[in-house]
Antibody, heavy 120, light 112 residues
């Protein structure tokens, strides 16, 4: 069965960096685009970033452009989110989610999420 | 960006009764490939989101048939024919037709 397991969350000071990891299993990872979506405490869902199945193309929300980098290693079935220059407003649960195909369409499977807290 | 507007914000429903959630997009969700990438997610308390409906009206694997989706263009609806206790939670519409992906603000389904 499809499994997505996020890790790497924690508490970081404003201006700091963190790298999130999403380990995928149960499907051919290299055939699917992947998203990061976040949810601030008590708030709704906010899309963060997307990477095509082969890593050739990436898209970002304006709120994270220039600070976050999405990447993937298809040999390790792993998705990453490098987060730099973190701000208090980046505090959220970060979910990785699979796209229905190599590009974007809809998200069909979601991980359990990892909490990132940006605070001094 | 495409704005997704959901109504109502909250929906108190009696067990066994129907429920309906509306979602409107600020522009057409018809993709250049002919598909309309409007989907519905359910988020139970303390859980990650889960796909219920994709491409307007297709139930995802394992989703009970009491859930149905309809609509076209910019107006969409999620219906639950008979609400059960396990349906309590937040429901989000979302579009994947165009970047950035966007979500509705969420509708809280609760039992009266």
């Amino acid at each position: 069965q499809v499994q997505l397991v996020e890790s790497g969350g924690g508490v970081v000071q404003p201006g700091g960096s963190l790298r999130l990891t999403c380990a995928a299993s149960g499907f051919t990872f290299s055939s699917y685009g992947m998203h990061w979506v976040r949810q601030a405490p008590g708030k709704g869902l906010e899309w963060v970033a997307f990477v095509h199945y082969d890593g050739s193309s990436r898209n970002y929300a304006d709120s994270v452009k220039g600070r976050f980098t999405i990447s993937r290693d298809n040999s390790k079935n792993t998705l990453y989110l490098q987060m730099n220059s973190l701000r208090a407003e980046d505090t959220a649960v970060y979910y990785c989610a699979r796209s229905c195909s190599g590009g974007t369409c809809y998200t069909d499977y979601w991980g359990q999420g990892t909490l990132v807290t940006v605070s001094s | 960006d495409i704005v997704m507007t959901q109504t109502p914000l909250s929906s108190p429903v009696t067990l066994g009764q129907p429920a309906s959630i509306s979602c409107r997009s600020s522009q057409s969700l018809v993709h250049s490939d002919g598909n309309t990438y409007l989907s519905w997610l359910q988020q139970r308390p303390g859980q990650p989101p889960r796909l219920l409906i994709y491409k307007i009206s297709n139930r995802f694997s394992g989703v009970p048939d009491r859930f149905s989706g309809s609509g076209a263009g910019t107006d969409f609806t999620l219906k639950i024919s008979r609400v059960e206790a396990e349906d309590v939670g937040l429901y989000y519409c979302t579009q994947g037709t165009q970047f950035p992906l966007t979500f509705g603000g969420g509708t809280k389904l609760e039992i009266k």
